[in-house]
């Protein structure tokens, strides 16, 4: 199993005391398989894939990653997991401004010291940013940004890809063409696909599909 985390709680300090966001929560995903996190706003759906992604750490519970206990790892550690094991795509697209198409796609596989030259170029093809390789972020298109971000994301052949409503702010057209972008590439990677979306047709094209309300899988 490539993520297994089981009985995952957090909660968040307000000022009426703490928040509860998740309880108990436990999930799966094998190598190769895609996965749909539907849910209603504030259902704690972004909360459980910043968890996955070693972006946080759960109140309770452990998350094994490829058999890995990652659930108590330092700061170092947890930044080591994302350099090297997980590739994120995000809604905001964090592209870096002062570097081209092409080196924002190099720039996560150089971090990991994984640099394929031939894979970013078949990543730059198949995602159709040739011809647009050498422009800066804000030169590009909305679902042209979010191709990067999805290239920059598998550049280093991650284990597993994490994507938190990656076609939020792309029309339905584009959202289509950059979930199937996706679907494809992980397919050739054979990584994992955990994707948070609001769409229930969108989480109709992966594979299996889990639905969380107020903080509960259902």
Avoid at 5 to 26: F, M, N, W
Avoid at 61 to 79: E, M, S, Y
Avoid at 83 to 89: A, E, M, N, Q, S
Wanted: proline residues 4%.
């Amino acid at each position: 199993m490539l993520i297994d985390a089981q009985g995952l709680r957090k909660s968040y300090p307000t000022e009426d005391g703490l928040q509860p966001v998740l309880h108990d929560v436990s999930l799966t995903l094998a190598a190769g398989e895609t996965l749909a996190l539907t849910g209603e706003s504030g259902s704690g759906k972004s909360t459980l894939l910043h968890l996955v992604a070693a972006l946080d750490q759960p109140d309770a519970g452990q998350i094994l990653l490829d058999g890995r206990d990652v659930t108590n790892l330092d700061d170092a550690g947890r930044a080591r997991v994302r350099r090297t094991d997980i590739g994120l795509v995000f809604q905001q697209f964090n592209l870096i401004p002062s570097l081209s198409v092409a080196d924002n796609l190099s720039f996560q596989a150089r971090l990991a010291d994984r640099f394929d030259p031939a894979w970013c170029t078949t990543l730059t093809e198949r995602l159709g940013l040739s011809e647009i390789a050498d422009r800066y972020p804000e030169q590009l298109s909305g679902g042209q940004q979010q191709r990067v971000a999805i290239g920059r994301a598998l550049a280093p052949r991650p284990r597993v890809l994490l994507a938190d409503e990656p076609t939020g702010n792309l029309d339905e057209t584009t959202a289509d063409t950059v979930v199937g972008l996706i679907l494809e590439l992980v397919a050739q990677t054979g990584a994992g696909l955990l994707m948070v979306t609001h769409s229930t047709r969108l989480a109709g094209r992966l594979q299996r599909r889990a639905h969380l309300r107020q903080g509960r899988l259902g």
